[in-house]
């Protein structure tokens, strides 16, 4: 069988894994690029997860969207990432002790409420339940506290129950959210562009942000071949918004993520996205006869601090390793993909949302710090509730610096 599938070429013209699952029936349109003037009263720019979801969370208000994107919907971060839906990105002890209280939770609520978004969009997801797997006893103690919380659907288990430890892998702890789950990526942000579509958002691909202007009435977005007259715009792009904004006032660092793809026979007994080593490490199941696995860049840390999306021997040979460990010595292994996308880093953690220091009509929606499919929905109709004035500002913790 393994001998059959390794005549799947290795060389892809897509990003990422999620491009050659992702049905014809399901993919989107190409947008043409912004060709002269437009007027709107939101431009949000980037077309990823997290300006797909805001500009969704706009449009359903009333508001009169425009979305551009520099190459098209899901080619950057978004379809590259391994297509976790987690509440959390560390455990809400472990959070607490690094983030405060407040905002730990903060992001647990937008976490939950991204479950509802993803739901609203009936985007196709395995409600599956997510592990975390704890490799000291540090990360232990902190799954201990979090249980203890008693937080709806979390509990620690036996990591001798878990399936996806790997075998005799040196775990020392485990803990489920039953809440969380995991899909396609780009499955998602296709739903979300059908309802953008429906809600009559206007779309432009291939465009790209070059200036933005400020004007007596809003903002002017400058793009090769036209112009953007907003009352106001929102950068979503993630590592690239310090490049448009400026790194005092959008401090997010661009840092790689590395990914493989298999088919494995005989398939691990692998059932959920699972998170190990503080998250540094993760790996799911993909359909019936392929797992996806990602991480280690603890290994290189200077080397992935950078925009780069091509994936390295450096990390990709070691990930090969740590995939054999997982499954066995026995098992047949045919890796069918190796790709890497860039993630949106902040100094202290938290993601960049609201308006720019006197710039009171451009706000960023970035720095997700690896987390942007788990956040960036729930946090889209809070921020879409401020801006249209029926809700509080966010807290002045996730405000740009």
């Not at 989107?28 to 720019?45: F, K």
């Not at 790709?339 to 993601?351: E, H, I, N, V």
């Amino acid at each position: 069988m393994i001998a059959r599938r390794q005549t799947v070429a290795r060389t892809r013209p897509t990003p990422a894994l999620w491009w050659d699952l992702l049905p014809s029936s399901e993919r989107l349109d190409a947008a043409p690029p912004l060709d002269g003037d437009v007027v709107a009263r939101t431009c949000v720019i980037g077309g990823g997860i997290a300006g797909s979801s805001l500009a969704l969370a706009l449009a359903r208000r009333g508001d009169n969207v425009v979305l551009v994107d520099r190459d098209f919907p899901g080619w950057g971060a978004t379809g590259r990432n391994a297509g976790f839906l987690l509440a959390d990105s560390d455990c809400l002890a472990m959070a607490a002790a690094h983030l405060g209280e407040v905002a730990a939770l903060a992001l647990r609520a937008a976490g939950v409420a991204t479950r509802d978004f993803v739901r609203s969009v009936k985007a196709p997801v395995e409600w599956t339940g997510s592990v975390r797997l704890a490799a000291d006893r540090g990360e232990a103690r902190w799954f201990a506290e979090t249980s203890a919380m008693q937080l709806d659907g979390v509990r620690t288990v036996p990591v001798e129950s878990v399936p996806e430890r790997g075998g005799e892998g040196p775990y020392l702890a485990a803990i489920l959210d039953t809440g969380d789950g995991m899909t396609n990526p780009l499955r998602l942000l296709a739903r979300i562009h059908d309802e953008l579509a429906r809600r009559g958002v206007r779309r432009f691909d291939g465009t790209a942000a070059r200036a933005l202007r400020d004007s007596r009435r809003g903002v002017v977005v400058e793009t090769a071949r036209g112009v953007v007259r907003a009352d106001r715009v929102v950068v979503a792009t993630n590592s690239e918004a310090r490049a448009l904004l400026g790194a005092d006032v959008a401090p997010v660092r661009p840092v790689r993520a590395q990914a493989l793809a298999a088919f494995v026979d005989p398939m691990p007994r692998w059932k959920r996205p699972t998170y190990a080593t503080r998250g540094g490490d993760y790996w799911r199941p993909v359909a019936r006869d392929r797992v996806l696995l990602g991480g280690l860049r603890r290994l290189d840390k200077r080397a992935e601090a950078t925009r780069s999306t091509a994936a390295t021997r450096g990390l990709q040979d070691p990930l090969t390793k740590m995939l054999r460990r997982l499954v066995g010595p026995d098992a047949c292994i045919d890796v069918t993909h190796r790709w890497a996308g860039t993630m949106g880093f902040t100094k202290d953690g938290l993601p960049r949302i609201g308006a720019l220091p006197g710039r009171p009509r451009v706000h960023v929606f970035a720095g997700w710090n690896g987390h942007g499919m788990g956040w960036a929905p729930g946090f889209a109709e809070t921020f879409a509730a401020s801006l249209a004035g029926d809700g509080p500002p966010l807290a002045r913790r996730f405000r740009p610096m």
